[in-house]
Structure formats: C-alpha cells, structure tokens
C-alpha cells in the first residue's frame, strides 16, 4: 500500500530551470470593435523576444505578467518536473494574447 501512495513522488523534489520566451503578441482589433475595455493594442506588459528564466514552480520570475502566469502554470509545472519537449501556449486575453515558447534548461 506504501509503494501505491509513493507512486510518481520519486522525484518530486527534482525541479528543472525553465527558459520563457515571448514569441509573437496578438491584438484582435475586430473584436475590440465589438468587446472594448482596456488598450486598444497588443499586451504592453511583454516584448516579442522577451526571455525569462525560472527555477521556482510557484512564483514568476521578476517582470513577468502575473495573469500570463496563472495561465501557464500547469505547462510550466510539466516543464519544471522534466517535460523534455518545448510546449507553445499562450495567455487567455482574447484581445490580446500573447504567445510563449517554454523550454526546459539543465
């Protein structure tokens, strides 16, 4: 029953570096027609280009969008835990959204 409890916990403690890159942000100019509030522009809080390292699953790195890495987080709990294969995602503001390349790093 122990070892059926353990399962899966061997390396919880294991926490890889993860890489954020800013690929592309978005503004959808049509529906802000229809839906306005905030900006009328792409994300301002983030820059195309824009790297970020974290080694900390639970906190953004400094500088980053707070709602960008609510979003995230469950891509980056995969990425942090050993997730070898780089995930595109995106944050949820449906006028503006931005997309990120995570990446795990040794």
């Known amino acids: 029953e122990k070892e059926i409890e ?12 993860c890489r954020i890159t800013v690929l592309k942000k978005s503004f959808n100019e049509e529906l802000y027609r229809l839906y306005p509030y905030g900006a009328a522009s792409a994300c301002g809080r983030l820059e195309e280009g824009q790297v970020f390292i974290t080694n900390n699953r639970w906190d953004p ?19 942090h835990s050993g997730h070898t294969v780089p995930m595109i995602c995106c944050c949820t503001d449906g006028l503006r959204p931005v997309t990120f390349k995570l990446e795990r790093i040794e």
């Open 6 to 17: 353990n399962h899966g916990l061997a390396n919880i403690g294991e926490c890889y570096k």
């Open 61 to 79: 790195p400094e500088g980053f969008c707070h709602w960008a890495w609510s979003d995230l987080r469950p891509m980056l709990h995969s990425i």
